[in-house]
């Protein structure tokens, strides 16, 4: 669709065109994601390794894939010891996740990954001499007190509250990877990813969109949080992955935030959705979480001056194609329940 636009700078001798039959390990890769980032490493000619332990992930999402011979999938959890036989040459670190419906769930684990799973993926790219992308998030900018939020902004997390979790987590991932850069010269590359969506998100992972979609869908009310007033900007998923290839393939290890500076409030979101949708569901407002963001925007100046990029899908265009994704699912998707996590250390 919109990625030609955005590749019609990756002609072949480009710097941001990678070799083809080059190895690349995404982890992560039956989330939302990382099976994305694994369609777009097959078509640009990869042999892709996927990892993931189906915790948050599901095999539906990449199991178009396993009759290539250019992908293979071990099911595996990388806060263990990973091993890959062969050639390395990237490693994309897209393991966690990444919603408060999840990681409030399995705080552990999830401090787990992004502590643990990033030694040992920082430890495979020193070993492999390969280059590692590791996926950090908006969140490490907690309940900013600045807006838009750039690279240099600090964040304002609350280490000890329920969000915590991810927040600190993702944190951790950063400094540990600029460690790795820094003192044993691995070739780190950093994104911070801002809200994103598409095809293949959970519609009951908890995060507004898909909660939004599922609740029209069911015919059940909107629920927004607080007043509504609290913003988000919403990145369409092929948008993101061109600025994840390009961070990959550029030069720069210092943080890059990827996102659509689109901003608008949680309320305005919700009548959006009404109106797509063509429902009659009312909005209903409930009390807002504890540390949930005021405001999400990203500043992508950077993005913009370092990789060329900037997002080319309207969140008009990405809603339609969301929305129908998520109206052709199963009847038993649509009313399916958060998933229950067994208790892991």
Same mark, same amino acid.
């Given at each position: 669709m919109n990625n030609e636009k955005n590749n019609e700078s990756l002609e072949s001798g480009s710097p941001l065109?990678?070799?083809?039959?080059?190895?690349?390990l995404i982890t992560g890769a039956a989330g939302f994601l990382g099976s994305?980032?694994?369609?777009?490493?097959?078509?640009?000619?990869?042999h892709v390794i996927g990892m993931d332990n189906l915790i948050t992930g599901d095999l539906k999402n990449i199991e178009h894939l396993f009759k290539q011979k250019e992908f293979e999938f071990y099911?595996?959890?990388?806060?263990?010891?990973?091993?890959?036989?062969?050639?390395?040459?990237?490693?994309?670190?897209?393991?966690?996740?990444?919603?408060?419906?999840?990681?409030?769930?399995?705080?552990?684990q999830t401090l787990k990954v992004g502590s643990l799973g990033t030694h040992n993926c920082l430890g495979l790219a020193l070993a492999k001499k390969a280059r590692?992308?590791?996926?950090?998030?908006?969140?490490?900018?907690?309940?900013?007190?600045?807006?838009?939020q750039n690279e240099e902004y600090w964040g304002n997390v609350n280490p000890v509250g329920p969000r915590g979790v991810y927040d600190e987590a993702k944190r951790f991932q950063e400094a540990m990877t600029m460690a790795y850069h820094t003192f044993h010269g691995v070739e780190t590359r950093i994104i911070r990813i801002f809200n994103t969506y598409g095809p293949r998100m959970r519609l009951n992972d908890g995060r507004a969109l898909p909660a939004f979609i599922g609740q029209a869908l069911r015919g059940e009310d909107l629920t927004v949080f607080g007043d509504g007033s609290q913003t988000r900007s919403f990145c369409y998923v092929d948008d993101l992955i061109e600025g994840i290839y390009r961070l990959l393939l550029s030069d720069y290890a210092q943080p890059v935030n990827v996102g659509n500076p689109d901003e608008i409030s949680l309320k305005d979101f919700a009548e959006?959705?009404?109106?797509?949708?063509?429902?009659?569901? &009312?909005?209903?407002? #409930? +009390?807002?979480?504890?540390?949930? @963001? *005021?405001?999400?925007?990203?500043?992508i100046t950077k993005a913009k001056a370092i990789l060329n990029w900037q997002p080319k899908v309207s969140r008009a265009e990405g809603l339609k194609i969301t929305y129908e994704y998520? &109206?052709?699912?199963? #009847? +038993?998707?649509?009313?399916?329940? @958060? *998933?229950?996590?067994e208790s892991r250390k």
């Open positions: 065109r990678g070799r083809r039959g080059q190895r690349v994305h980032l694994c369609d777009r490493f097959i078509k640009e000619g990869y099911h595996h959890d990388v806060s263990k010891f990973i091993h890959v036989p062969g050639p390395l040459d990237y490693i994309l670190h897209f393991a966690s996740p990444a919603s408060p419906i999840d990681y409030l769930k399995i705080p552990i590692i992308l590791v996926a950090s998030t908006s969140e490490v900018y907690g309940d900013p007190l600045v807006h838009p959006e959705i009404i109106k797509l949708t063509g429902t009659a569901q &009312k909005i209903v407002y #409930k +009390e807002l979480p504890k540390d949930d @963001p *005021k405001q999400r925007q990203p500043d998520f &109206k052709n699912l199963p #009847k +038993e998707e649509l009313h399916k329940l @958060p *998933k229950e996590f």
